[in-house]
């Protein structure tokens, strides 16, 4: 019996939808309009949160080593540095890679330089960590250790990229919650036209009986599978478009210059698929109870 009434919800939820085209039609087009809205947005802010973990990645500092260390006691400080927790990369710089550094900064085009023996520069090691809140950690801890002369970083850009990304992650929740409302309004007072319009039939129900759940599962379940369709149909047309985007702005030189790709569509596939699907399904599901409480009130 319950197979009956389960069945019997399922197959009006899907005569309804494709019964009422004007009414379906209109639901899928502006829920299809809402989610790719929100696509984009989900997808600007994982390629801004990529970009900002990239960037931060390469941000790091340098450890300068005494300067009468012995090739010995500066290999030993790369290998204490290597097994400390949290390191990401760890680079040797030479005393003639610091020379040569320093006149490419300075664009020392005439040779002023020259002169400079590079053997009264410090050798020096550039480390990039996993995680940039525990920089400071890993610093006082290379800093106890012998021959390690001195540390200079850039402790302000690192604070400051840990705010942007922070506050990077706040407006992107809020602008994606704000369109969930938005989207549950739009949607439930769309398929309130469709519950309008047979609200005779819901009155007749009424009378001979039928409680409020019977009544009201064929709308939820109609909302649903709209919901299912704009997720299929907003999927395609968000990571078509994306992937054409994409592969132009990839070929460009500001990419080139930066260093930073793009997450690709594939990467963030499964998550979107998921997201889609408990959005569409979950504003379809709470538009028709929404639109439904009005007609179901005894």
Request: proline share 0%.
């Amino acid at each position: 019996m319950k197979y009956n009434i389960l069945g019997y919800l399922i197959g009006e939820g899907l005569s309804n939808v494709f019964k009422n085209k004007k009414s379906t039609g209109a639901s899928l087009i502006i829920m299809c309009a809402t989610m790719i809205i929100f696509g984009v947005f989900l997808i600007l802010g994982e390629n801004i949160n990529h970009f900002v973990d990239q960037i931060k990645l390469e941000q790091g500092f340098q450890v300068f080593i005494n300067v009468d260390a012995t090739q010995e006691e500066i290999d030993q400080v790369g290998t204490q540095i290597r097994a400390l927790d949290g390191i990401n990369t760890i680079e040797f710089i030479s005393k003639e890679d610091a020379l040569n550094s320093m006149k490419e900064r300075l664009n020392d085009t005439k040779g002023v330089l020259d002169s400079v023996n590079a053997e009264n520069l410090k050798t020096s090691y550039l480390v990039t960590v996993t995680d940039l809140n525990k920089s400071k950690e890993i610093q006082d801890q290379i800093l106890k250790m012998d021959n390690v002369a001195k540390i200079e970083s850039s402790d302000e850009t690192v604070a400051a990229l840990i705010d942007v990304a922070n506050g990077i992650r706040i407006v992107t929740g809020v602008i994606l919650v704000l369109l969930i409302v938005i989207s549950i309004f739009i949607i439930s007072n769309t398929i309130k036209l469709t519950v309008h319009a047979r609200r005779k039939e819901i009155s007749i129900m009424k009378y001979v009986g039928a409680t409020n759940g019977f009544i009201r599962w064929p709308f939820v379940v109609e909302g649903m599978i709209i919901g299912i369709f704009a997720s299929i149909i907003s999927i395609l047309i968000v990571g078509g478009t994306y992937n054409l985007i994409a592969d132009q702005f990839a070929n460009t030189n500001f990419m080139r210059i930066i260093g930073v790709n793009l997450v690709t569509f594939q990467d963030m596939l499964t998550s979107i698929i998921v997201v889609y699907l408990l959005l569409g399904i979950g504003i379809g599901a709470i538009g028709s109870i929404i639109s439904m409480r009005k007609y179901l009130k005894v």
